[in-house]
């Protein structure tokens, strides 16, 4: 299963649960699995037409919406379109939740405060960079060890250093948000937590040799 996980990229509890209903797979119809998960039935119309607006509400205020806030004012929604029936009668599922999502194309996003796009001299700062480092990786004449591999260059002394943020909010800054929108705005919380993080710095050198221990900073005034 690993094997087969890692050359098709299909993850090994899909292939599990594959192999447990593979009677069940191989005996049914053509189409007949994704026939059924595009179903586009909705069951309460009034109730998803208001919850929508709600949402639509929301984000325009720049707002985060998460799956609670859906589910509250789906609740409020039914009381209010349908006050004859039972709140019971409402099954607030995550199959439901999904099908809402589906049916008015709304996923789940990160927030970002402009729009991903290339930068317009990003071909020029490519062939810059490509430059430097066709310059400096050329063997020198006067260069003869032959532990340098890599041009000029000692596997021991090339590394790549990488950062990556350690948020003290972890996940904080997801919403659901329409499909395909390039800028997904939320507005910060008082706390301002959502803006903390400390930093990770990780090394790894073309030898394989450990010689810088990984670091983390922490950004603020030493006193605190």
Known sequence: MKEVSERYLV????????????????????????NRREVKFCHWPELEARLYDKYRKQREKGKAVG??????EANRAFADCYPSKSISEFPSSD???????????ITLRFATNKSQSIPEEYLQSILSWLHFNRRNSRVRKETSDEERVVGRYLLDIICNIDETPLPFEFLDGQTYADMGDPTILVKASNSGWDRRQATLLLTVFGSGRSRVQSLIIFKGKEKY
């Open 11 to 34: 993850p090994i509890t899909t292939l599990h649960n594959w192999r447990v209903s593979e009677d069940q797979i191989v005996s049914g119809r053509k189409g007949e699995r994704k």
């Open 67 to 72: 799956r609670g806030w859906l589910r509250r």
């Open 95 to 105: 199959g439901w939740l999904a099908g809402f999502l589906s049916r008015h194309q």
